[in-house]
């Protein structure tokens, strides 16, 4: 039996990955920042579930929240850094104390639970960090650079992540959802009037008009999405990322696949940068 952390509980898939768990037979830690939003769920659930007060941005609460874990159920095998939140306007126009928030509660609240983790995991020679990132970061858009940046930076750090704890038995799993019926995303997704310079109508303006006639009617089931995940992990051999919705698939294979053949049509000017009498050793490290 596994037991799984779970961050950002009161969000749609938050509660959708714990639900997931527990039909697996595993325990679960669910956490939140306002658990009272949890209600009893806890409760209901038995003694094979925990609803923990988890505010990612604190480094306090994550250790008391993964200690809570280890003291209820003697280890945590299974993270799933869930909690984050988005962000919308043009990169000139968005305020720093809003470009900080977002990279705190996307990025470095991953990471603090990450490190707060892994001597459990690194010692038993076993577990799965799984990081829930998001189409967003594989192909960027307009009105989100931000969001994208912090999620880009989730990618990058669990690419490396994976490369360090592999050899030590430990999984790493990216998971990048498309468009989502979740509440988080209907939050912030509703307000049309959220600003837009004129300059950028045109780009910025027409993601937010198209998000927010999207709201309520995103194609992509939580509940089947945390289903996939579960899935993933308890296999025992999760992909390194695993992409979720149609509409995802096909943002991230068609950018991936645009990406790839202009990279190959500069191949000449790219080969050229060296020197003329320099070797290199493919796959081998920079």
Same mark, same amino acid.
């Given at each position: 039996?596994?037991?799984?952390?779970?961050?950002?509980?009161?969000?749609?898939? *938050?509660?959708?990955?714990?639900?997931?768990?527990?039909?697996?037979?595993?325990?679960?830690?669910?956490?939140?920042?306002?658990?009272?939003?949890?209600?009893?769920?806890?409760?209901?659930?038995?003694?094979?579930?925990?609803?923990?007060?988890?505010?990612?941005?604190?480094?306090?609460?994550?250790?008391?929240?993964?200690?809570?874990?280890?003291?209820?159920?003697?280890?945590?095998?299974?993270?799933?850094?869930?909690?984050?939140?988005?962000?919308?306007?043009?990169?000139?126009?968005?305020?720093? #104390?809003?470009?900080?928030?977002?990279?705190? #509660?996307?990025?470095?609240?991953?990471?603090?639970?990450?490190?707060?983790?892994?001597?459990?995991?690194?010692?038993?020679?076993?577990?799965?960090?799984?990081?829930?990132?998001?189409? *967003?970061?594989?192909?960027?858009?307009?009105?989100?650079?931000?969001?994208? #940046?912090?999620?880009?930076?989730?990618?990058?750090?669990?690419?490396?992540?994976?490369?360090?704890?592999?050899?030590?038995?430990?999984?790493?799993?990216?998971?990048?959802?498309?468009?989502?019926?979740?509440?988080?995303?209907?939050?912030?997704?509703?307000?049309? #009037?959220?600003?837009?310079?004129?300059?950028?109508?045109?780009?910025?303006?027409?993601?937010?008009?198209?998000?927010?006639?999207?709201?309520?009617?995103?194609?992509?089931?939580?509940?089947?999405?945390?289903?996939?995940?579960?899935?993933?992990?308890?296999?025992?051999?999760?992909?390194?990322?695993?992409?979720?919705?149609?509409?995802?698939?096909?943002?991230?294979? *068609?950018?991936?696949?645009?990406?790839?053949?202009?990279?190959?049509?500069?191949?000449?000017?790219?080969?050229?940068?060296?020197?003329?009498?320099?070797?290199?050793?493919?796959?081998?490290?920079?």
């Amino acid at each position: 039996m596994r037991t799984w952390l779970i961050t950002g509980g009161t969000s749609g898939f *938050g509660r959708a990955y714990a639900e997931a768990v527990l039909a697996k037979g595993d325990q679960v830690v669910l956490t939140a920042r306002r658990v009272e939003q949890l209600g009893g769920w806890a409760q209901d659930h038995g003694e094979q579930a925990l609803v923990v007060p988890l505010d990612v941005t604190d480094p306090a609460q994550v250790t008391d929240a993964v200690a809570a874990a280890h003291g209820r159920f003697g280890a945590v095998d299974v993270v799933v850094n869930n909690a984050g939140g988005g962000s919308h306007g043009a990169v000139e126009d968005t305020d720093e #104390a809003e470009i900080r928030a977002t990279f705190e #509660a996307n990025f470095f609240g991953t990471v603090r639970v990450i490190r707060a983790v892994l001597p459990g995991m690194r010692a038993r020679r076993s577990g799965c960090i799984v990081n829930i990132s998001s189409v *967003g970061g594989l192909r960027a858009f307009p009105g989100v650079g931000y969001y994208n #940046a912090a999620k880009f930076a989730v990618e990058g750090l669990s690419e490396s992540l994976r490369q360090e704890v592999e050899p030590l038995g430990i999984k790493v799993l990216v998971v990048e959802p498309g468009a989502f019926r979740t509440r988080s995303d209907s939050a912030g997704y509703s307000d049309s #009037a959220i600003p837009v310079i004129e300059d950028y109508a045109g780009t910025v303006g027409v993601l937010r008009d198209a998000l927010v006639a999207m709201n309520g009617r995103q194609p992509g089931d939580p509940r089947r999405a945390a289903q996939a995940v579960v899935q993933a992990v308890v296999g025992g051999n999760p992909p390194h990322r695993l992409v979720l919705g149609n509409l995802g698939f096909e943002q991230v294979t *068609g950018k991936l696949e645009a990406m790839l053949a202009e990279i190959r049509a500069w191949e000449p000017v790219s080969r050229s940068a060296d020197f003329p009498d320099s070797t290199h050793t493919p796959g081998a490290y920079v």
